[in-house]
């Protein structure tokens, strides 16, 4: 192995350019690797769980038959298998083979119950958000550590980012040519999987951009602080109809549920005489507000939402990000007033705002739901990430010094030109990204105020 030479200054503007682009995408690499990984993993598990088992315990069989049971009455056996429980929702089978869900809550604590439909026979109860999807989900969020997580994979999410960005720039042919950027070369050594990490790293890209900035939405400064706060479905739309003090995200548990574009905007109230032609045979039930739901469009599975207080509405929903169907474009909400069985609210994709609509699909892409597919295409993107972390520790370890003890980072040039360039880039990105200029920006910190000032410390790091 030929040592490396961390000292030697490059020479030429675009080669002060491209090390300092590699330095870059070393450091960035060294913190945004193992969350790669991490999200790669947990990312897969989900895809395959929810295609094979579902989330919810939604593919639970039964045997089809002539007649179903009144939705009441298969209510009435989930509520009466959890003593002084509450129903909440109702989740309609998504075939005639599955059975139906109910959830129950007692003091807080949600109960999924699996009823048969045909004979309103309880099949089987279980604690909701406790399956092995939401173990996955839990360290693909938040690394089960709560805010704490969240901030820190919207820390890795953000300068992986910049990990693409420079390592485009660094890949991104020249003189070489196109071939040589998207078609690997097979040799021996380094050479080889420096091919391979960089022509896998460019396909990737624009499809790892999708998922990261998809990903980004959903986390908590970037997406609730500053993306879906001005991009939300603004409740003005409504005319005339009352609203609550809660917001739809209120409907969540444990897991983002209501789709993205509506988390932040009001929920209607019931108790008014506005709203158009809803349930019109008999009183405002379960049951014939299940009918309306079949009435106006929402077949197979949907979800059915259950007032929770005086001005609580029933809510009908049916969006891909929830699984309940393989189509983002047909997402649909809609409120009805539980005393006089109006609608309220009817929302459908197309009264998003354009950064919903585009978050929907991209929700549905980024989750794997529109259908099989998307589950094995992104489980090839998985694959993809998982090799680009792997390739990028046998390339350190091909180029690292030999029992010099050090990081073995590319030098900074000295005298770099276009200096203001890269400043303008990484303040745009520190804006753009909150977490990522942080970390950009305690990097710097770090560098100036205490590796410049002990030397050898300085020197194992580079």
């Known amino acids: 192995m030929t040592p490396t030479d961390n000292t030697v200054q490059p020479d030429g503007g675009v080669s002060k350019l491209y090390f300092a682009a590699w330095r870059w995408h070393f450091y960035a690499g060294l ?7 991490i999200l790669a993993i947990s990312g897969a598990a989900m895809l395959w769980i929810a295609w094979i088992d579902g989330r919810d315990g939604e593919r639970t069989r039964v045997f089809p038959n002539e007649f179903t049971a009144p939705v009441s009455v298969q209510a ?107 078609v690997p070369s097979f040799g021996r050594g380094r050479a080889m999987w420096k091919s391979l990490h960089g022509v896998v790293g460019i396909w ?32 003005e739309k409504w005319d005339n109809v009352p609203l609550s003090d809660n917001i739809h995200a209120s409907m969540n548990h444990d897991r983002r549920e209501v789709p ?22 008999g009183h405002v039930t379960l049951d014939t507000v299940d009918a309306l739901a079949r009435k106006i469009g929402f077949d197979a599975r949907y979800q059915l939402n259950v007032p929770q207080s005086e001005f609580g509405v029933w809510t009908l929903s049916r969006d891909s990000m929830s699984t309940d169907s393989t189509d ?47 589950v094995l295409a992104n489980s090839l993107v998985c694959l993809a990430v998982l090799f680009l972390c792997a390739s990028s520790i046998v390339l350190w370890w091909k180029r690292r010094p030999a029992k010099s003890g050090r990081l073995s980072a590319p ?31 305690s990097v710097l910190a770090v560098d100036g105020l205490i590796l410049s000032r002990l030397p050898a410390l300085r020197r194992s790091l580079t």
């Open 260 to 281: 993205w574009a509506l988390e932040q905007t009001l929920m209607p109230a019931s108790g008014s005489d506005v709203g158009t032609v809803g349930v019109t045979a």
């Open 328 to 374: 983002p474009m047909s997402d649909r909400t809609v409120h009805v007033d539980q005393y006089t069985g109006k609608i309220l609210a009817d929302v459908r994709y197309a009264d998003y705002s354009l950064a919903g609509k585009a978050m929907a699909v991209g929700i549905a892409l980024h989750m794997g739901t529109l259908g099989i597919w998307s």
């Open 31 to 37: 913190f945004v690797i193992p969350f790669l990984a």
């Open 204 to 235: 990737l890209s624009l499809f790892l951009v999708l998922f990261l900035v998809s990903g980004l939405s959903w986390a908590g400064v970037w997406g609730g602080k500053m993306v879906q706060a001005w991009s939300q479905f603004p409740a």
């Open 76 to 182: 009435d056996a989930a509520i009466a298998a959890i003593p002084d429980g509450a129903l909440v929702q109702y989740v309609a089978p998504r075939t005639n083979d599955v059975a139906a869900l109910f959830r129950v809550d007692v003091q807080g604590d949600a109960t999924m119950v699996a009823v048969d439909p045909y004979t309103a026979n309880v099949i089987e109860t279980f604690p909701r958000r406790s399956g092995w999807y939401d173990f996955a989900d839990n360290i693909h969020g938040e690394l089960m550590l709560g805010v704490t997580g969240d901030r820190m994979i919207e820390t890795a999410a953000s300068l992986a980012l910049v990990l693409i960005a420079t390592g485009l720039y660094m890949w991104w042919p020249r003189k070489a040519g196109w071939r040589r950027a998207l």
């Open 411 to 441: 030098p900074m040039p000295k005298d770099m030109p276009l200096w203001q360039g890269a400043v303008l880039v990484g303040l745009g990105v520190s804006l753009a990204f909150p977490m990522a200029g942080l970390a950009l920006l």
